[in-house]
T-cell receptor, first 114, second 114 residues
Framework: DAGVTQSPTHLIKTRGQQVTLRCSPK?????VSWYQQALGQGPQFIFQ???????QRGNFPDRFSGHQFPNYSSELNVNALLLGDSALYLC?????????????FGPGTRLTVL | AQTVTQSQPEMSVQEAETVTLSCTYD???????LFWYKQPPSRQMILVIR????KQQNATENRFSVNFQKAAKSFSLKISDSQLGDAAMYFC???????????WGAGTKLIIKP
């Protein structure tokens, strides 16, 4: 049973560029959440996708957008990259409703913005 | 707004001994969930234990157990018979019952001395 997978593992971009990160959920899961984890800090919630719609969003600017595909996989897009966007981006998958929403995480994508 | 506080940036314990990691949270909700996640150097966030606020009984998973004090808004993690593989960052997280966003503490680095 494959767990949550993310690609790429590492990414280096320059300021102003755009980036796309990808996530495949754990088998049987239909919900994907994205988090940003700056060095030495706890993760911050970006948004969650369910049934191909953004179900909930954290306090992140519109430069951060996402998509969920019919097979439940998801992409996180970040436009006009800033130095402060350098972080570990974590994807988590879960199933369904709040009382069953225990989130399982992938290994993350390390984004460096120069 | 809900907050999660981990007051111990770093803890160390001798192998085979017991250690307790502290977590407090602030909420006015009655329906919520609490989690401990472990993040080893490999970066993948691994679920250690989950506690539903409506349950009086403290959750236990093998060598890991929690002391959930709802009135004090405290949720500590006890690791018994510490092993070298337990060395990691440990994060406490909170989720409101009707919400999907995990709110995280800043983490505690656990060092295991052989």
């Amino acid at each position: 049973d494959a767990g949550v997978t993310q690609s790429p593992t590492h990414l280096i971009k320059t300021r102003g560029q755009q980036v796309t990160l990808r996530c495949s959920p754990k088998s049987g899961h239909d919900t994907v959440s994205w988090y940003q984890q700056a060095l030495g800090q706890g993760p911050q919630f970006i948004f969650q996708y369910y049934e191909e719609e953004e179900r909930q969003r954290g306090n992140f600017p519109d430069r951060f957008s996402g998509h969920q595909f019919p097979n439940y996989s998801s992409e996180l897009n970040v436009n006009a990259l800033l130095l402060g966007d350098s972080a570990l981006y974590l994807c988590a998958s879960s199933y369904g409703q709040p009382d069953t929403d225990t989130q399982y995480f992938g290994p993350g994508t390390r984004l460096t913005v120069l | 707004a809900q907050t999660v506080t981990q007051s111990q940036p770093e803890m160390s314990v001798q192998e085979a001994e017991t250690v307790t990691l502290s977590c407090t949270y602030d909420t006015s909700e009655s329906d919520y969930y609490l989690f401990w996640y472990k993040q080893p150097p490999s970066r993948q966030m691994i679920l250690v234990i989950r506690q539903e606020a409506y349950k009086q009984q403290n959750a236990t998973e093998n060598r890991f157990s929690v002391n959930f004090q709802k009135a004090a808004k405290s949720f500590s993690l006890k690791i018994s018979d510490s092993q070298l593989g337990d060395a990691a960052m440990y994060f406490c997280a909170y989720r409101r019952g009707s919400n999907y966003q995990l709110i995280w503490g800043a983490g505690t680095k656990l060092i295991i001395k052989p």
